[in-house]
């Protein structure tokens, strides 16, 4: 493995950076009200501006491996760009490489009809619109999503779909025009990893609607939240079945390992900015007639947090690695490894920094609390750390544990 990013990926990392530090941290204080003004659920003017400077500037798509689609880069050429996102939580989108799209960007690409791939992911491409991923379910424990209720019924050329969901990543945008939802087609089926089906889900069919609004540390994740939505004898024509029935955990294995990689991409960019401003605010900071800096604790605090970020980087790169080179299912190992990791560190390092930010670390005043929120609302997400943690040491237990 190349530690060393060959010179595209270098002008992409500087442009980046330069993007960043010229658009968006200036902007970072006053984003919550630009969201506020427009309606909460609604895409500021500002973001569209910024986001018609990136794609002018080339900085467009950049998650998307195939040279047709997107920018041409590998998982481990990606890597350092969407580092640098994570610094801002709401930048990705900036770049067209926001969560859930992506990962429903990626699902069209390589199990999208052509019909598929004109309705959704060509306006996506084009950042007209924006999209929803349905999985998790207040009823049952979604960790195992074989216990998944929604129900998706075949009646002619429509399927009909019941049920509840939540955490309903990003549908309450008015840009979102659909989701993808997963549900059991075939509950009888002895294979139960072939009872689910996924399916595309406009967001206008008559029967869905939103129960509420959910929070997650009292964040509202406007503009684009994860409500909880009702499918009341939701009908869809038959073409909005992705893949084919009972291909559910096909696509759902073929959408999360990407997902998770790029998530524990743009922790390791939050877990690097908070160290950063530690060290900024306890060098500029004194108490008991010394600097912050000077103390034995503090000084700990920053040597173990930077070695936590190297070795979760490290960790990470090599995941990478292996996707591009082995593909995404013999990479599974150190994907589960890396997403057990990385958002734990991150909430590591950034309660450090909120600790010696004091009062102030609580506050709208620094990213901190938000990137706290986030990074572990993620040891959930995508799978808890527990389930992760049982399938890595099933995994190693088949490999290590027989003679």
């Excluded at 349905?134 to 779909?161: F, G, L, W």
Aim: hydrophobic share 35%.
């Amino acid at each position: 493995m190349d530690f060393q990013f060959n010179d595209r990926v270098q002008a992409l990392q500087g442009q980046l950076t330069r993007f960043m530090d010229e658009q968006v941290y200036p902007l970072e204080a006053e984003y919550p009200r630009h969201v506020e003004e427009a309606g909460g659920w609604t895409t500021p003017p500002v973001l569209d501006d910024l986001k018609a400077r990136a794609r002018s500037e080339g900085l467009w798509n950049l998650f998307m491996s195939g040279d047709e689609f997107g920018a041409g880069l590998s998982n481990l050429e990606y890597a350092p760009l969407a580092e640098i996102m994570g610094r801002v939580a709401w930048s990705s989108e900036v770049f067209n490489c926001s969560a859930p799209d992506t990962g429903n960007m990626e699902v069209l690409v390589r199990y999208g009809t052509d019909e598929q791939k004109e309705n959704y992911l060509n306006p996506m491409l084009d950042g007209e619109i924006r999209s929803c991923f349905s999985m998790t379910e207040p009823a049952v424990a979604s960790s195992d999503a074989t216990n998944i209720e929604c129900h998706i019924k075949r009646e002619r050329d429509e399927y009909v779909i019941n049920g509840r969901k939540w955490f309903s990543s990003g549908f309450s945008n008015e840009r979102c025009k659909f989701s993808i939802v997963m549900g059991k087609s075939d509950p009888d089926n002895p294979n139960r990893y072939q009872q689910q089906s996924m399916i595309i889900v406009p967001k206008d069919t008559p029967g869905l609607s939103v129960v509420r609004n959910i929070t997650t540390f009292g964040y509202s994740g406007s503009p684009g939240g994860h409500p909880e939505i009702n499918f009341d004898q939701v009908r869809v024509p038959a073409s909005n079945m992705l893949l084919g029935e009972g291909r559910g955990f096909e696509i759902a294995q073929g959408r999360l390992g990407p997902g998770r990689i790029h998530h524990c991409m743009r922790f390791i960019g939050s877990a690097q900015r908070a160290l950063e401003l530690m060290c900024h605010r306890v060098e500029n900071r004194s108490a008991f007639g010394m600097k912050l800096s000077e103390q034995g604790s503090i000084r700990e605090d920053i040597a173990l947090s930077f070695c936590e970020i190297e070795q979760a980087r490290l960790l990470t790169l090599k995941a990478a690695d292996k996707m591009d080179r082995e593909g995404n299912k013999a990479a599974r190992d150190l994907i589960a490894a890396a997403k057990i990791v990385v958002p734990a560190m991150t909430t590591r390092v950034v309660d450090r920094a909120i600790q010696a930010h004091g009062a102030m670390g609580f506050t709208q005043d620094t990213f901190l609390p938000q990137a706290y929120a986030s990074a572990r609302y993620i040891r959930v997400g995508d799978g808890p750390d527990q389930v992760h943690m049982s399938s890595l040491a099933r995994q190693l237990l088949r490999l290590w544990g027989t003679d």
